[in-house]
């Protein structure tokens, strides 16, 4: 079968993050299907952006037939909008150099959700099926996140888009686990279906170091600015750390709040590595911490062995009310693929870590917990996190691994009810 996924930032191993829809391009091209990944030339998201030659720039990623489209490098929320409008007009006026002359099965891929009605339109001059893949839930997120309300337009508008979009779609597909919930009340819930984020065992690196490059700074080399994983690793007992976006949602405030507490304990290690809107700030917290090192963002390749260098993985969100129909963070299968213990700072009906038995949670903002928590394990024997750590590798494997998920995606898409 030809199946479409239509990503306004869809990433890939080379370009990065937001990886969902190249291991579900994957997987279905692994079943025998021939698949194309229609995404914009721009995400401030992404780590690498496609070299662009021309308006429609193609290239294969294995198996996965990539067109990336020009649009703008956006610097506000406005033009971020005029790019989704942008990149939605050009794949509809230049589709024929753009997608195959077949389509079985449209897939878009959102936020945004006003792309969906573009994308729909491909699915009419098409004649196919079109199914919504929902990673995040807008606009319910910009009224948890801004200072928007209900009556702002363009929230009224992300309204009407996600309406339509739940009316049109064949299938409703999400890796938020309680999507149901939030669809009950649009009268669809019964076209909905759970696929959770996930990681592709198949791209498990080999292990080696990574020279990691600082931008706090590191008192212990005053005129370095690279360190090696290694080199930390003979240097602390204990490394707790975060590898992800420095961004509104991911609340790494109370990791810097246990540590300034606990600098006394001079062979614990907190390293953050990644980057983004709050990397100032972080840094400016760090300056007067001796046991904090914040490193710069590695390609994705080099991830899973920067993560392998931690003791303990840490991952905290800002509490929101939509949290409790569910997260869908990849880091936390990044972590659990380098089988290591995880500590969860998360507020959510659905909690990964109590259901793998790998780690430990507590609520956001609790401080007194985090430092509880992070004693208890700095106690324990080497072993003990190797056996919490294994725990989750095994649970990724039975339930996250994409040779699993993999299989949801054909099933559903080719419309088959044994799930």
């Not at 990944?37 to 992404?46: L, P, W």
């Not at 999400?174 to 919930?181: G, R, V, Y």
């Not at 984020?197 to 990691?212: A, S």
């Amino acid at each position: 079968m030809e199946y479409v996924f239509i990503n306004h930032n869809g990433g890939s191993p080379l370009h990065g993050p937001n990886m969902r829809t190249y291991y579900a391009a994957k997987a279905l091209y692994e079943k025998g299907h021939s698949v194309t990944i229609v995404s914009s030339s721009y995400s401030h998201k992404y780590v690498s952006s496609p070299q662009m030659f021309s308006l429609i720039q193609k290239e294969k990623i294995d198996g996965i037939n990539y067109c990336w489209i020009r649009t703008i490098r956006y610097k506000n929320l406005i033009s971020r909008i005029y790019s989704h409008f942008e990149f939605s007009f050009k794949f509809l006026l230049k589709r024929k150099n753009i997608f195959p002359k077949k389509i079985d099965h449209l897939i878009f891929s959102g936020p945004p959700p006003e792309i969906f009605f573009f994308s729909w339109l491909i699915s009419k001059i098409y004649s196919c099926k079109i199914s919504a893949d929902i990673r995040d839930l807008w606009p319910r997120v910009q009224l948890d996140m801004n200072k928007f309300n209900y009556l702002n337009p363009y929230v009224l508008f992300l309204f009407f888009a996600q309406l339509i979009m739940f009316k049109l779609a064949f299938r409703i597909i999400s890796p938020i686990q309680n999507i149901e919930k939030y669809l009950n009340s649009y009268g669809v819930s019964e076209k909905s279906y759970v696929i959770e984020n996930g990681f592709d065992l198949d791209k498990l690196p080999d292990k080696k170091t990574i020279n990691l490059s600082i931008q706090s700074l590191y008192e212990h080399e005053p005129d370095s600015r690279f360190i090696n994983t290694a080199e930390l690793r003979k240097k602390y007992d204990l490394i707790i750390g975060y590898s992800g976006s420095f961004d509104r949602d991911n609340e790494l405030s109370k990791l810097f709040d246990a540590a300034e507490v606990l600098q006394n304990q001079t062979r614990v290690l907190f390293l953050l590595v990644g980057g983004g809107i709050k990397t100032n700030l972080y840094l400016n917290k760090a300056k007067n911490l001796s046991n904090v090192l914040i490193a710069n963002r590695v390609p994705a390749s080099d991830v899973v062995n920067v993560i392998r260098a931690f003791d303990i993985c840490f991952v905290s969100l800002k509490p929101k009310p939509i949290h409790k129909y569910g997260i869908a963070l990849a880091k936390i299968y990044e972590y659990m693929a380098a089988s290591k213990p995880i500590i969860w700072m998360i507020d959510s009906e659905v909690n990964i870590i109590n259901q793998s038995g790998g780690g430990f949670s507590c609520l956001p903002n609790d401080l007194d917990e985090l430092i509880r928590i992070i004693k208890n394990l700095s106690s324990m024997d080497k072993s003990e996190l190797h056996k919490m750590g294994n725990k989750n590798f095994e649970y990724l494997n039975k339930y996250n691994s994409y040779e699993y998920l993999g299989s949801r995606w054909n099933k559903i898409l080719r419309n088959q009810n044994e799930l």
